[in-house]
């Protein structure tokens, strides 16, 4: 029995061969492809053909053919009615068929039509997946979805750079991340949770893996023995994650090119100061207690994919003085800060935080900060506050691992950088 179908999407390409016509109609499931024969249709059918332009809108009806010829489409159907629903106008600004392929600045400017592939879809449909797992692995474990402000009253002291806003008469500035309010939530009592939005830093960073404006993924949890529960967390949602995208997405993997390797044991930890000993293999000099750099990072990225077979490792042990005040000291002059790197490239920091006032005020004064503008949120502290830790995932930085993407710019949908705040 023959089959009536109404499909819709975007005009991908019109082939006219004398009589007969073939367009590719592509739309967010699908690539079909309609057929249509100059004998077989109504004259105003055919006519509609010469008006049709590349990426024009379409609604079109039709049987469908019981055995598809052409092979890289998913449905094959013979029109009896075309609807032009709005026309596109020519040239483009750019080829979302990427036939005809465009530089990323010009695919920036352009974007919602270089997002109009499924190469692209591709990358949005992992993003959301990978929210996805990461809430319901949350959820299953007893964390709470909270929303904390953007907005914050005075800047968080973390070092980054924040934006100021305009706020009545005052100044006010956008998160550089959900941290302090996330520990003031712990005050609360509510013991676990997460805040997934947006973060900001005004840095002029031109680099591939830093945006104005991205989103985390924060977990925090009270309660804690130390970092080391932190980082069982992180491990279990992280792999939970990657398990749930590698087995929900297998199509769209593939047609990215991508094989995602989940680690079979525990993620490993890199500490400080044994670090040092592992750059020195790699003819990398770091004096004691200093930081390392992002050189470092693929450096010992490689280390552990060779010695470990991991794509995924933890850094503990940062040193106390680059990190913000908050930080919980380990033995000086380490804290336990801990940094997650997947493919060499960090992706998450967190740790356990300091819950003890006395302690907390102290090394306010010890970074030189003044205790006043900290007040509002240490004077919670001494009413009553658990040990706590936590961590914030940066979103768009695991994505561009995961999908070995060049390009930060790539794995958002509108990218926020120095130079570009539109479209
Ligand atoms: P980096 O040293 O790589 O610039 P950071 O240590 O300053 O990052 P954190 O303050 O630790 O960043 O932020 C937590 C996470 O948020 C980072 O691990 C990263 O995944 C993400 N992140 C931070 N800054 C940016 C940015 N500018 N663009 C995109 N993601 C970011
Ligand atoms: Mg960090």
Not at 35 to 41: A, D, G, H, P, Y
Not at 167 to 173: L, P, S
Not at 277 to 304: A, C, Q, T, W
Request: proline fraction near 7%.
């Amino acid at each position: 029995m023959e089959e009536i179908v109404k499909v819709h999407g975007w005009v991908r390409s019109i082939r006219q061969l004398g009589n007969i016509c073939f367009i590719v109609l592509w739309n967010w499931n699908q690539k079909i492809q309609l057929t249509i024969k100059r004998k077989e249709v109504p004259v105003e059918l055919w006519k509609l053909i010469d008006e049709l332009t590349p990426e024009s809108v379409i609604v079109a009806e039709g049987r469908k053919a019981e055995k598809k010829i052409a092979k890289d489409v998913d449905l094959e159907i013979f029109p009896s009615q075309i609807v032009l629903l709005s026309k596109a106008c020519t040239p483009l600004p750019l080829d979302p068929s990427e036939r005809v392929p465009a530089l990323l600045p010009t695919r920036l400017d352009n974007r919602p039509l270089d997002l109009r592939n499924e190469r692209r879809h591709a990358i949005f449909k992992i993003y959301a997946a990978l929210i996805y797992a990461f809430e319901e692995w949350l959820r299953k474990n007893g964390f709470i979805r909270v929303y904390t402000p953007s907005i914050i009253g005075a800047p968080s002291e973390s070092g980054a750079a924040v934006f100021p806003v305009k706020y009545f008469d005052r100044t006010v500035y956008l998160r550089q991340d959900p941290q302090l309010h996330r520990q003031l939530t712990i005050i609360a009592g509510f013991e676990r949770l997460y805040d997934i939005g947006p973060s900001w830093r005004a840095e002029k960073s031109h680099t591939t893996r830093h945006l104005c404006e991205y989103t985390v993924c924060a977990v925090e949890q009270a309660f804690i023995e130390d970092e080391i529960d932190v980082e069982k967390t992180e491990e279990n949602l992280v792999k939970y994650a990657l398990r749930k995208v590698k087995q929900k997405h297998s199509k769209e993997l593939e047609l990215l090119g991508v094989d995602i390797e989940i680690p079979r044991g525990s993620i490993p930890e890199l500490r400080f100061p044994e670090i040092y000993e592992i750059l020195k293999k790699f003819n990398k000099h770091i004096p004691y207690g200093e930081s390392y750099d992002d050189e470092s990072e693929r450096m010992l990225g490689e280390y552990v994919k060779k010695e470990y077979d991991s794509d995924l490792f933890f850094v503990n042990r940062f040193p106390y003085k680059d990190k913000p005040f908050y930080v919980m000291k380990a033995e000086p002059p380490w804290a336990r800060s801990v940094d997650l790197l997947y493919k060499g490239l960090e992706i998450s920091s967190g740790g356990q935080r300091e819950h003890r006032y006395e302690v907390l005020m102290k090394q306010i004064k010890e970074k030189g900060l003044d205790p006043k503008n900290l007040e509002w949120y240490t004077k919670f502290f001494k009413y009553g506050a658990p040990p706590h830790g936590g961590f914030a995932i940066g979103i768009e930085r695991m994505l561009m691992k995961m999908l070995n993407l060049k390009n930060i710019r790539e794995a958002i949908l509108f990218p926020r950088d120095p130079e570009r705040a539109l479209p």
